[in-house]
């Protein structure tokens, strides 16, 4: 068999609660800050229990040009920042030809999507713009940066929920391995709209107990956790064939040593314990590791009852109960169709610092939860590969294996 | 009736907020696409917030081609809002 190139990841990009930029991000997570509020609009809603979400701060976008702006939903304004600090962080002022471009969301804009409907709704449909129905196209964010920044590649984005970031950058991984393309940009977007909150709300899915104490509200694994804290931004990675990056002689962040993806087909809302670690295992069998290799695994954890059990289950009979695990939607929260791929940008920071992020708000891990060895605190650890899992409502799950540059 | 400066400054009102135009660049004499930098796809939604601002439609009898200058466009709506009994 003809073996495949390596692929490596040498760039990245970020908006997110914390702010604009990758360093936000990374200064946020490992000072442990808080980023989550109320929500008015969900305070005002007696039905809806959950009151808090996570939201990247306004910011003006008036720099990117009114062309390329005018068909930019919130999320595609994200995506095109990040795209833009990606390819500067990669080392280019301009996209190679032939770019890859992989990227999608969990749904497209909310708020937009209110305004068509409710000239829908009017017997208005003349009122609706050509640069309305831009922003409301499942793959808009996709098309409009692609476009702004002239990403001539292929670009194809898989909507997987909240798998979608860390999906797409298998698909870029994939797209690579098999010579669809060289480079890629991977990734996920999303924007926060409350509809999300009250949506896993009613599933009896979202954080309710600690309203009053905003970023406190999301506690993966924790014994007091009631569920998820909706958040939004983007998250996006340069990845390329190995050789490519050392012939430019860019800094490598780190190798894709493996990617699986599986879908849960008993239930679209609660993932097994078994498909989880058949999609672990998977992931090691394609990277030809043995569990004990991994050092980090990198949950997708979202603070729910079910899933944070079911994930921790999954890790046990994979990797056994000393298993290094951590969650980083305390701190995020969970930004949906960006989560994986803004997390996976913390694992490249991790696996670079030689640290360990915590779960932020694991203070008693719930008996329910399998006895892991639980990241409590920022720590120091010799941290050469991490598994990175995320899952989707839907049943779509991922995992993906880093290992830090020799 | 409505008078053409009446029409010229809303004309220019709607062109502004959409376009995030400067009045400097809304010289009657100035063309849509080369001075302006209206495309055509600005063009269409340029159809669609006039329609809103006169209250009128514009898109039947439409033809971007023929409407080059500002002063076309303001000529254009003149036109339809006479015919109307505007």
């Known amino acids: 068999?003809?073996?495949?190139?390596?692929?490596?990841?040498?760039?990245?990009?970020?908006?997110?609660?914390?702010?604009?930029?990758?360093?936000?991000?990374?200064?946020?997570?490992?000072?442990?800050?808080?980023?989550?509020?109320?929500?008015?609009?969900?305070?005002?809603?007696?039905?809806?229990?959950?009151?808090?979400?996570?939201?990247?701060?306004?910011?003006?976008?008036?720099?990117?040009?009114?062309?390329?702006?005018?068909?930019?939903?919130?999320?595609?304004?994200?995506?095109?920042?990040?795209?833009?600090?990606?390819?500067?962080?990669?080392?280019?002022?301009?996209?190679?030809?032939?770019?890859?471009?992989?990227?999608?969301?969990?749904?497209?804009?909310?708020?937009?999507?209110?305004?068509?409907?409710?000239?829908?709704?009017?017997?208005?449909?003349?009122?609706?713009?050509?640069?309305?129905?831009?922003?409301?196209?499942?793959?808009?964010?996709?098309?409009?940066?692609?476009?702004?920044?002239?990403?001539?590649?292929?670009?194809?984005?898989?909507?997987?929920?909240?798998?979608?970031?860390?999906?797409?950058?298998?698909?870029?991984?994939?797209?690579?391995?098999?010579?669809?393309?060289?480079?890629?940009?991977?990734?996920?977007?999303?924007?926060?709209?409350?509809?999300?909150?009250?949506?896993?709300?009613?599933?009896?899915?979202?954080?309710?107990?600690?309203?009053?104490?905003?970023?406190?509200?999301?506690?993966?694994?924790?014994?007091?956790?009631?569920?998820?804290?909706?958040?939004?931004?983007?998250?996006?990675?340069?990845?390329?064939?190995?050789?490519?990056?050392?012939?430019?002689?860019?800094?490598?962040?780190?190798?894709?040593?493996?990617?699986?993806?599986?879908?849960?087909?008993?239930?679209?809302?609660?993932?097994?314990?078994?498909?989880?670690?058949?999609?672990?295992?998977?992931?090691?069998?394609?990277?030809g590791m043995e569990p004990a290799q991994i050092d980090l695994l990198n949950a997708h954890a979202t603070g729910t009852l079910i899933g944070d059990i079911a994930e921790t289950q999954a890790a046990s009979a994979v990797f056994g109960p000393a298993c290094r695990i951590n969650s980083l939607k305390g701190h995020l929260g969970h930004t949906m169709g960006a989560s994986g791929s803004l997390e996976t940008i913390a694992c490249l920071a991790m696996l670079e610092r030689q640290k360990l992020l915590p779960t932020k708000n694991l203070q008693t891990v719930d008996e329910r939860c399998t006895p892991l060895s639980y990241v409590t605190h920022c720590e120091d650890a010799p941290v050469q590969t991490i598994l990175k899992n995320s899952f989707a409502i839907g049943g779509n799950n991922c995992s993906i294996i880093l290992r830090r540059p020799l | 009736m409505i008078t053409r400066e009446e029409i010229i400054r809303l004309t220019n009102e709607a062109l502004k907020a959409e376009f995030e135009l400067t009045d400097e660049q809304l010289v009657p004499t100035a063309h849509l696409q080369q001075d302006v930098g209206l495309d055509s796809l600005d063009a269409v939604d340029m159809v669609v917030v006039l329609e809103q601002k006169f209250g009128m439609t514009l898109r039947q009898g439409y033809d971007i081609r023929s409407i080059v200058t500002l002063n076309d466009l303001y000529d254009f709506i003149e036109k339809l809002a006479r015919e109307a009994g505007k």
């Not at chain 1, 930029?21 to 490992?30: A, S, T």
């Not at chain 1, 009613?202 to 970023?215: E, G, K, L, V």
Request: aromatic content about 6%; some cysteine.
């Open chain 1, 1 to 287: 068999m003809t073996e495949t190139p390596s692929v490596v990841i040498t760039g990245t990009g970020a908006v997110s609660p914390y702010g604009m930029g990758v360093e936000p991000l990374l200064d946020g997570l490992f000072s442990g800050k808080g980023c989550m509020h109320t929500v008015p609009e969900l305070e005002a809603l007696p039905m809806v229990k959950t009151k808090v979400a996570a939201t990247v701060p306004e910011a003006d976008y008036s720099f990117i040009p009114r062309r390329d702006r005018r068909s930019m939903s919130r999320m595609a304004k994200y995506a095109y920042c990040a795209a833009r600090e990606t390819l500067q962080s990669a080392g280019y002022d301009v996209p190679p030809k032939d770019l890859g471009f992989f990227m999608g969301s969990t749904l497209n804009s909310i708020s937009v999507w209110l305004e068509v409907s409710k000239n829908c709704l009017e017997k208005h449909l003349e009122l609706v713009k050509t640069s309305d129905f831009l922003q409301i196209m499942n793959h808009s964010p996709l098309a409009t940066v692609s476009q702004a920044l002239k990403i001539n590649g292929p670009c194809v984005g898989a909507a997987d929920a909240c798998a979608t970031g860390l999906m797409n950058i298998g698909l870029g991984y994939m797209a690579i391995k098999t010579g669809l393309v060289s480079q890629a940009i991977c990734g996920g977007t999303e924007e926060y709209h409350p509809m999300f909150s009250a949506c896993f709300d009613i599933m009896q899915a979202t954080s309710h107990n600690f309203n009053d104490r905003p970023d406190e509200s999301c506690r993966p694994f924790d014994k007091n956790r009631t569920g998820l804290v909706c958040s939004e931004g983007c998250g996006l990675l340069f990845l390329e064939r190995a050789d490519v990056a050392k012939a430019r002689g860019v800094p490598i962040l780190a190798e894709i040593a493996g990617f699986a993806a599986n879908t849960e087909t008993e239930n679209m809302a609660y993932p097994s314990a078994q498909t989880l670690r058949e999609c672990m295992q998977s992931a090691l069998d394609s990277a």
